[in-house]
Every structure is written in C-alpha cells, then in structure tokens.
C-alpha cells in the first residue's frame, strides 16, 4: 500500500518531533545503563573508570536526557523517579544469581549526580524566565515610549510600520 504526501508528512513530523526523539533516548540510555548494572561480566571501558564514576556518569546523563525529555515534568518528580531507579540497580545486582556486588553508595552517587544536574536545570531555567521576561519588559517599555498604543490605532503609524 503506498502512502499518500498527507500521510508521509505526519510520519515524519513525528520522527522529527524533538521531545519524542528524546524521550526515546532517555528510555534508551536508562535501558543500556539496567543492562549494563546487572550483567554478571560487564565489558571494561577505556581507561576503566571506577564504578563510582560509571554510576555517576550514567545519571548524570539520565537526569540531563530526562529533564530535557519532559520538561512539563517537575524536577523535584524526576529526582525522585531517578533515584528510586538507582535504588532499583542495586536490588537487582544484590541477587545472588547476578553475581554483582550492590552497594548502598552507588545509590547514593546516583541520588546526588541527578539532583545536582536537576538543580543545574532548574537554576538554567529560571535565568532562561528572567531573560525572557526582561526582553519582554523592555519591549513592552519602548513600544510605551514612542506611545506604542497610541500609534498602533492610527492610519498613519500603520502605514508608518508596514514600511
């Protein structure tokens, strides 16, 4: 069955919709980092990092994938849902079966690496409003200046702006 040009374009409005191509990422990267905690013999990364340092690089990137995934989502909620995944990779690697070792510290490197990236978010996203509003007011401001309202309801000052 070939699809008609309607039904290409919503296709491909979909795979480019920028949150669904992160929020498929975000799971991706939270499905590699489970596999890769419960895997009885993980593979050795370049320059073998500390496990310590695995743990935090993964949430880092899971916190900062999440909080760009869902951005409607509170922050306070990601860091919750994030650390209770890391709880979650350390019950799973205490089984016996895993052969793993589980240590409440990886946890709590878990726990602290997303709230710091969420933290570093949230604080990005207030200055990011105040700017916002700033370049708001000053627009608001000239535009009460040259007597924006005045202007915007005169023939003249149309013309005078379409030109």
Same mark, same amino acid.
């Given at each position: 069955?070939?699809?008609?040009?309607?039904?290409?374009?919503?296709? &491909?409005q979909?795979? *480019?919709?920028?949150p669904?191509?992160?929020?498929?990422?975000? /799971?991706?990267?939270?499905?590699?980092? =489970?596999? $890769?905690a419960?895997?009885?013999?993980?593979?050795?990364?370049?320059?073998?990092?500390?496990?310590? #340092?695995?743990? #935090?690089?993964?949430?880092?990137? &899971? @916190?900062? =994938?999440? @909080?760009a995934?869902?951005?409607?989502?509170? *922050? $306070?909620?990601?860091?919750?849902? =994030?650390?209770?995944?890391?709880? =979650?990779?350390?019950?799973?690697?205490?089984?016996?079966?895993? +052969?793993?070792?589980?240590?409440?510290?990886? /946890?709590?490197?878990?726990?602290?690496?997303?709230?710091?990236? *969420?933290?570093?978010?949230? *604080?990005?996203?207030?200055? !990011?409003?105040?700017?916002? !509003?700033? %370049?708001?007011? +000053? !627009?608001?401001?000239?535009?009460?200046? #040259?007597?924006?309202?005045?202007?915007?309801? %005169?023939?003249? !000052?149309?013309?005078?702006?379409? %030109?």
């Open positions: 069955m070939k699809m008609r040009g309607a039904g290409r374009t919503k296709i &491909l979909r795979l *480019l919709d920028w669904s191509w992160l929020r498929r990422a975000f /799971w991706s990267a939270a499905l590699f980092a =489970l596999v $890769m419960i895997l009885p013999k993980p593979p050795q990364l370049p320059g073998s990092p500390s496990d310590k #340092i695995q743990h #935090i690089a993964a949430f880092v990137v &899971l @916190a900062a =994938l999440a @909080a995934a869902y951005p409607r989502t509170s *922050l $306070m909620r990601i860091a919750v849902w =994030l650390s209770l995944f890391g709880a =979650l990779i350390e019950f799973l690697q205490a089984l016996p079966m895993l +052969h793993r070792d589980s240590d409440a510290r990886d /946890w709590i490197a878990d726990t602290l690496a997303a709230a710091l990236v *969420l933290l570093l978010v949230r *604080l990005w996203r207030r200055r !990011a409003r105040r700017t916002i !509003a700033a %370049s708001d007011r +000053h !627009a608001s401001d000239a535009a009460s200046a #040259i007597g924006g309202a005045e202007l915007s309801e %005169s023939p003249a !000052a149309e013309s005078a702006i379409r %030109s």
